[in-house]
């Protein structure tokens, strides 16, 4: 089985434009997020998906592998079905998000994993939650998931809804899981999951893993015990600073 890892790059970020190029402690945040995903031994190809020439030439600065694609696409897995368009040979693909400069590469080894059964069709990791600021933050999505480790579905909402317990006792009454966003797909379905249409589940919670589910498409997941620090925002590279450095 041969599996590339894919890092969607984009510069147009509403909230934080250019952050791609952001300076970490002496490397750029699209830097960092090659590098930890390129010490990653699952994979036989790692590349960046980018729309700027700004960051394609930073890119090939390094010595890094880059497409460019179109600036049309919605999300990066449209970004990531059009590489797989352009390149041939791999069986799978990990959509690794480009503002997580210091993702474990553990992460990516236990989602790649889950394609060693022939039947996973989509694939991502969750983690336990262990305090109220992520069980209800409506920015941290949750997941519940079946006997078979396939996700039933996600919401910002914090679900299931414990009838009759205090908010400051669901904790200690159930076991809540959020989702870590990464995506590990087979190819022929990351073709197919891009020509559907968007859903309704999909419209209401702004999550696209539920326009998969929605449209029958099964979706596995690993519990990981590490957890991400992504960069939304400018302020977010304090917290990263105060975290690795």
Same mark, same amino acid.
């Given at each position: 089985?041969?599996?590339?890892?894919?890092?969607?790059?984009?510069?147009?970020?509403?909230?934080?434009? %250019?952050?791609?190029?952001?300076?970490?402690?002496?490397?750029?945040?699209?830097?960092?997020?090659?590098?930890?995903?390129?010490?990653?031994?699952?994979?036989?190809?790692?590349?960046?998906?980018?729309?700027?020439?700004?960051?394609?030439?930073?890119?090939?600065?390094?010595? %890094?592998?880059?497409? +460019?694609?179109?600036?049309?696409?919605?999300?990066?897995?449209?970004?990531?079905?059009?590489?797989?368009?352009?390149?041939?040979?791999?069986?799978?693909?990990?959509?690794?998000?480009?503002?997580?400069?210091?993702?474990?590469?553990?992460?990516?080894?236990? *989602?790649?994993? *889950?394609?060693?059964?022939?039947?996973?069709?989509? %694939?991502? +990791?969750?983690?336990?939650?262990?305090?109220?600021?992520?069980?209800?933050?409506?920015?941290?999505?949750?997941?519940?998931?079946?006997?078979?480790?396939?996700?039933?579905?996600?919401?910002?909402?914090?679900?299931?809804?414990?009838?009759?317990?205090?908010?400051?006792?669901?904790?200690?009454?159930?076991?809540?899981?959020?989702?870590? %966003?990464?995506?590990?797909?087979?190819?022929?379905? *990351?073709?197919?999951?891009?020509? +559907?249409?968007?859903?309704? +589940?999909?419209?209401?919670?702004?999550?696209?893993?539920?326009?998969?589910?929605?449209?029958?498409?099964?979706?596995?997941?690993?519990?990981?015990?590490?957890?991400?620090?992504?960069?939304?925002?400018?302020?977010?590279?304090?917290?990263?600073?105060?975290?690795?450095?």
């Amino acid at each position: 089985m041969k599996i590339i890892g894919i890092i969607p790059a984009r510069y147009a970020s509403s909230r934080f434009p %250019g952050k791609p190029l952001v300076d970490i402690a002496g490397k750029s945040m699209i830097q960092r997020v090659y590098e930890q995903v390129k010490s990653c031994s699952s994979l036989a190809e790692v590349v960046v998906a980018t729309d700027d020439e700004r960051i394609e030439q930073h890119v090939r600065s390094f010595a %890094g592998n880059v497409i +460019l694609t179109a600036t049309t696409h919605e999300s990066g897995t449209d970004r990531c079905a059009e590489v797989i368009a352009k390149i041939n040979g791999f069986d799978v693909a990990i959509n690794v998000q480009g503002d997580e400069p210091f993702i474990n590469p553990l992460q990516i080894d236990l *989602l790649c994993s *889950l394609f060693t059964d022939p039947k996973t069709e989509i %694939g991502t +990791l969750v983690k336990k939650i262990e305090n109220q600021d992520d069980l209800f933050s409506e920015n941290t999505p949750k997941v519940i998931v079946n006997s078979e480790q396939q996700a039933l579905y996600f919401s910002r909402q914090t679900i299931p809804f414990l009838r009759g317990v205090d908010h400051s006792e669901w904790l200690g009454k159930h076991i809540f899981y959020k989702h870590i %966003g990464i995506y590990g797909y087979r190819v022929e379905v *990351l073709k197919e999951i891009t020509k +559907l249409p968007l859903s309704s +589940l999909e419209k209401a919670e702004a999550l696209e893993q539920l326009r998969w589910i929605e449209n029958g498409y099964h979706v596995k997941v690993a519990q990981t015990e590490f957890d991400t620090i992504a960069v939304d925002r400018p302020e977010d590279l304090e917290t990263i600073r105060k975290t690795y450095f």
